[in-house]
């Protein structure tokens, strides 16, 4: 069992960074699939961006590629998001997520919050104009 906890949201303007954190407790996340989802008011959860248990390839949504950067630290079970260029259209409830550590990702699995089996509460981003 998995559970997650998000921090560092809030309120910035556009072109303004922040770091989402993902703290996880379980010695299980270390080897698990994990990745950052998020959702706007009236809009389904996108896909944001993914990582596997060893933090080699990472997937990305084209809307956020070559400004967010997810990483982890496995020995402080700790995701991160680092958001740069914010925009007013990345506001939106950011969530964590992981899978469990026996499931086998595809490339395209990483991208379905349906291959994901622990959610954290998730943590408000605000980008005004």
């Known amino acids: 069992q998995v559970q997650l906890v998000e921090s560092g949201g809030g309120l910035v303007q556009a072109g303004d960074s922040l770091r989402l954190s993902c703290a996880a407790s379980?010695?299980?996340?270390?080897?698990?699939?994990a990745a950052w989802f998020r959702q706007a008011p009236g809009k389904e959860r996108e896909f944001v961006a993914a990582?596997?248990?060893?933090?080699?390839?990472?997937y990305y949504a084209d809307s956020v590629k070559g400004r967010f950067t997810i990483s982890r630290d496995n020995a402080k079970n700790t995701l991160y998001l680092q958001m740069n260029s914010l925009k007013p259209e990345d506001t939106a409830v950011y969530y964590c997520?992981?899978?469990?550590?026996?499931?086998?990702?595809?490339?395209?699995?990483?991208?379905?919050?349906?291959?994901?089996?622990?959610w954290g509460q998730g943590t408000q981003v605000t980008v005004s104009s």
């Open positions: 990582i596997p248990w060893s933090g080699g390839s990472t």
């Open positions: 379980g010695r299980a996340f270390s080897t698990s699939p």
């Open positions: 997520a992981a899978a469990h550590s026996s499931r086998y990702l595809t490339s395209s699995g990483y991208y379905s919050s349906g291959k994901y089996d622990y």
